[in-house]
Structures are given as structure tokens and as C-alpha cells.
């Protein structure tokens, strides 16, 4: 059976089952169980350090009254974050490769954020469409553009962490495909570039993390904006 560069991509199934919701919920299983004790040993100290210095990041752009976004803000940056690191494994699927489930993550929060604006200060919130000192015959143009801006957002985030994603994978398919052909005729050309894959593994890794971030941190400041 021939394979091409983008079967990686494809949810998995087992007797017609798509196995999507186990990727999905294979980074949750990997953190400690709660327990009654604050702190149970290395793993535990480790997991809140990483939390706490999550939620710290995530919260220096909000208020106070955005501080109630905490739980859900950094549980999406753990999920994305775990999720995206798995993926790098081999034999492992991504579901943050998929754009259907990223702009199922973006929408919602972002609708949210939207509401929650419409909800505290409308006028406030309205007023971002308009800005003020605009000259009178471009104000539908402007009003126009700024509500496309402002209903593009979601689209946006999705389509960026999947397309980060889906072309470092596909990148690191051909770099360590090219390294296996070679090996045989061009051994110096090979290990090359196999060093080159070693390095564009260290820069996935990264890319994996700042993707999680940004994902998370432009969601809190469309939530700032609305606050």
C-alpha cells in the first residue's frame, strides 16, 4: 500500500472507529491524579511549578476581571501544549493537525469573549468597530472592514496552529525520508542531513510550545479587549 506525505494527517481508526477522542485525551492520563496531599513528590512540584508560571504569563495582560478565565485558560494552554509535544513522537497522531478541531477550540472562546463584551459594555464593545476622528464618508467602509477583522479572528488562530503544525511534520517526513534513501548510496550526504533533522526536531519542539502560547494569549487579549 502506497502512502503519501499527508496519510499522517488522517485520523486513525480501529474497526471503523476513529480513534481521535483517545489522542485527545491522552495528554490528560499522562498528569498525576489529584490526591489529598498538597504535594505527593518531584512529578507533583514539577507539574505545579509549570502551572503556576503558565497561569502568571497568561494573567499579566488581563484585570482582575478577566482573572475568572484562569481554569479555563491555562487548561487549554496544558492541553495544547501536551497535545502538540505527543505529536512529535513516532507512530503518533496530532490532533491539533486537524483545522477542524482548532477552529472547534477557537470559535466558542472566542465567541465568548465577544459576548462577554456585548453583555458588560456594549458601547465599548461597538465602539472598536468605529474608530473615533473617522472622516464620515469612509465609515461604512471602516465599519465593514473592522467587523470582517473582528469575525476573521477565530479563522485565524485556527489556521495558524495548524499550519504551523502540519508543516513542521510534513518538513521532518521528508527531511528523515531523504536521510533513509541516502544512506545507502551517499552515506556523508545522509548524515547530514540527519544532523539537519536533529535540528529541525529541537526547532519543532519550540514551534510546538510558542504555538500552545500564542493560541492561548491572543484568546486573553481579545478577552481584555472586551473587559
Known amino acids: 500500500m502506497n502512502l503519501s506525505f499527508f496519510d499522517q494527517f488522517s485520523s486513525p481508526s480501529l474497526l471503523g472507529i476513529p480513534l481521535i477522542l483517545v489522542a485527545t485525551l491522552l495528554p490528560a492520563l ?28 497568561l494573567m499579566i495582560p488581563l ?27 513516532p507512530y503518533t497522531f496530532t490532533p491539533t493537525t486537524q483545522l477542524s478541531m482548532n477552529l472547534a477550540l477557537a470559535f466558542p472562546l472566542w465567541l465568548a469573549t465577544l459576548l462577554t463584551g456585548l453583555r458588560n459594555q456594549p458601547s465599548v464593545s461597538l465602539g472598536h468597530l468605529l474608530p473615533e476622528g473617522t472622516p464620515t464618508p469612509l465609515i461604512p467602509a471602516l465599519i465593514l ?31 528523515s525520508t531523504a536521510t533513509t534513501v ?9 548524515f547530514l542531513t540527519l544532523i539537519i533533522l536533529f535540528l529541525l526536531t529541537i526547532l519543532e519542539v519550540a514551534v510546538a510550545m510558542i504555538q500552545a502560547y500564542v493560541f492561548v494569549l491572543l484568546l486573553s487579549l481579545y478577552l481584555q479587549e472586551n473587559i
Open 30 to 57: 499522562l498528569l498525576p491524579s489529584p490526591n489529598n496531599r498538597w504535594i505527593t513528590g518531584r512529578l507533583s512540584v514539577l507539574q505545579l511549578w509549570i502551572i503556576n508560571l503558565i497561569t502568571k504569563q
Open 63 to 89: 484585570d482582575k476581571k478577566g482573572h475568572k478565565w484562569a481554569l479555563i485558560l491555562t487548561s487549554l494552554m496544558l492541553f495544547l501544549l501536551l497535545t502538540n509535544l505527543l505529536g512529535l513522537l
Open 145 to 175: 472592514i473592522e467587523t470582517t477583522s473582528l469575525l476573521i479572528r477565530p479563522l485565524a488562530l485556527g489556521v495558524r496552529l495548524t499550519a504551523n503544525l502540519t508543516a513542521g511534520h510534513l518538513l521532518i517526513q521528508l527531511i
Open 182 to 190: 541516502l544512506f545507502s548510496t551517499m552515506p556523508a550526504i545522509s
